[in-house]
T-cell receptor
Framework: EAEVAQSPRYKITEKSQAVAFWCDPI?????LYWYRQILGQGPELLVQ????????DSQLPKDRFSAERLKGVDSTLKIQPAELGDSAMYLC???????????FGPGTRLTVL | GQQVMQIPQYQHVQEGEDFTTYCNSS?????IQWYKQRPGGHPVFLIQ?????EVKKQKRLTFQFGEAKKNSSLHITATQTTDVGTYFC???????????FGKGTLLTVNP
C-alpha cells in the first residue's frame, strides 16, 4: 500500500540553527499538507500545496519558516533559525482526487535545545 | 477564525464499556472528518460526514453529524484494547477548504 514518506524521522538541533524536513507524498496526489502537532494537541496546518502552488500558508511563520514543492511532487519544509518553541512533530499529508481523506506520513519529531 | 472543540480530553474505560467523544465547531461546517492516532503513530482517516443529521457506522463505531452541522460525535460500542488512541475530529468550514483539527480525545482501555 502506498504511503507518505518523510525524513528524517527525528531531528535534534540547537536554537538558531537551520533545519529541513522532506516529504514524498503518495504518487499522483496533487494536494500536499504540512502540519505541526504539539504534544497533546491536534495537527495545525502550516501550509497547503495544490500541485506546486501554495493554497494556504496563513499559519506559517514566514519570518523563519519556508516551504516549497518545486515540481509538484515532493516537498521541503525549512526552519531558519530554529527556536525552542518549534519543538514538535511535523507531519506531512497528501490527498488525491478520488476521496476526501488525508494520508499522513510518520512525521519528523523535532527537538530544539 | 474557525475553532473546533472536543470533549472530553481524556477517557479511561474498562474493556467492554462504551465510549463517546464530542466535537463542536464555532462555525457551520461543510463537512467533518474523524481520524485516529495510535500512541506513537500518525493520524489515520476514519470517515467523513457531509449531510446534516448524517449517521454512519463502521462495525462498533457510530459517527453522527448534527442537524445544524456544527457538532459531531463518535461512539464506540463495547470498547476493545485495540481502540486505544487519540480520536480527532477535523472540520472544514463552508468557504474554507482548510481542515481545522480539534485537540482530540485520548482513549485508554483497561483489559
Amino acid at each position: 500500500e502506498a504511503e507518505v514518506a518523510q525524513s528524517p524521522r527525528y531531528k535534534i538541533t540547537e536554537k538558531s540553527q537551520a533545519v529541513a524536513f522532506w516529504c514524498d507524498p503518495i504518487s499522483g496526489h496533487a494536494t500536499l499538507y504540512w502540519y505541526r502537532q504539539i504534544l497533546g494537541q491536534g495537527p495545525e496546518l502550516l501550509v497547503q500545496f495544490q500541485d506546486e502552488s501554495v493554497v494556504d500558508d496563513s499559519q506559517l511563520p514566514k519570518d523563519r519558516f519556508s516551504a516549497e514543492r518545486l515540481k509538484g511532487v515532493d516537498s521541503t519544509l525549512k526552519i531558519q533559525p530554529a527556536e525552542l518553541g518549534d519543538s514538535a512533530m511535523y507531519l506531512c499529508a497528501s490527498s488525491g482526487r478520488t476521496g476526501p481523506e488525508q494520508f499522513f506520513g510518520p512525521g519528523t519529531r523535532l527537538t530544539v535545545l | 477564525g474557525q475553532q473546533v472543540m472536543q470533549i472530553p480530553q481524556y477517557q479511561h474505560v474498562q474493556e467492554g464499556e462504551d465510549f463517546t467523544t464530542y466535537c463542536n465547531s464555532s462555525t457551520t461546517l461543510s463537512n467533518i472528518q474523524w481520524y485516529k492516532q495510535r500512541p506513537g503513530g500518525h493520524p489515520v482517516f476514519l470517515i467523513q460526514l457531509v449531510k446534516s443529521g448524517e449517521v454512519k457506522k463502521q462495525k462498533r463505531l457510530t459517527f453522527q453529524f448534527g442537524e445544524a452541522k456544527k457538532n459531531s460525535s463518535l461512539h464506540i460500542t463495547a470498547t476493545q484494547t485495540t481502540d486505544v488512541g487519540t480520536y480527532f475530529c477535523a472540520g472544514r468550514g463552508g468557504s474554507n477548504y482548510k481542515l481545522t483539527f480539534g485537540k482530540g480525545t485520548l482513549l485508554t482501555v483497561n483489559p
